[in-house]
């Protein structure tokens, strides 16, 4: 194996969560870390690539030799992936909001006594979907995430036909796992080409996830 698999290759990494404006001083967010997708980064610079990494507010650090582009929203989210393609591998790792509010009030929404307005919510743009959508210049290995707490597989199938992405790297969320926030790890690599292909790697630390999934993708691109 060569030490520096992806020498000369650009992978472009999501990361984090979403901030949503509701007001000036407050969201919609959720509880993802970014340690996943900042680990993949790494272990992907680690491996000799030029890495982007976008990232969603996180608390903590930049990783090592890689560019970092910071943003808040799912909308400035993916402008940037879009700024920073070409690339020959992207990796889907942030948790998206799926939703935001449909306005963002222009001041802050005092409270006065009385019930606020309902928060209307429109859906985000999937970036996933739109990347790996793409007839031109869609990243030749598009890899999405997926956090589910019940039928892991069935739904990372159905997710991957969903999207048009090449591999999900599936993950069990549920409470009792601590995987969101925590540092470990259970993942299912599951294949665009169906049942057959998937693998479930023991629980392992995410910086160990991160750099299997690099050393997986590497082989897969070089195949290609
Ligand atoms: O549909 P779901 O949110 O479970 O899909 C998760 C995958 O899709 C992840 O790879 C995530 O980064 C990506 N995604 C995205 N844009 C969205 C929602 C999800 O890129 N708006």
Redesign the pocket.
Known sequence: IPKKPLAGRHVLV?SGP?HEPIDPVRYLANRSSGRQGHAVAAAAAEAGARVTLVSGPVAIPDPAGVTVVRVES?RE??AA?EAALPADLA????????WRPAEMRAGKIKKDGSTPAPLQLV?????????AGRSEGRPPLV??????TDDVIV?AQK?IA??G?DW??ANDVSAEGGVMGGTENTVHLVARDGGSSVETWPKLGKEEVARRLVARFAELLAAK
């Open positions: 999501t979403t799912a989210m993916l992936v990796i889907f790792a942030a948790a998206v909001g799926d859906e985000n743009p999937d970036i996933l979907a739109t990347i890899v999405g995430f997926a956090a589910e739904n997710k969903r999207k992405c999900i790297v």
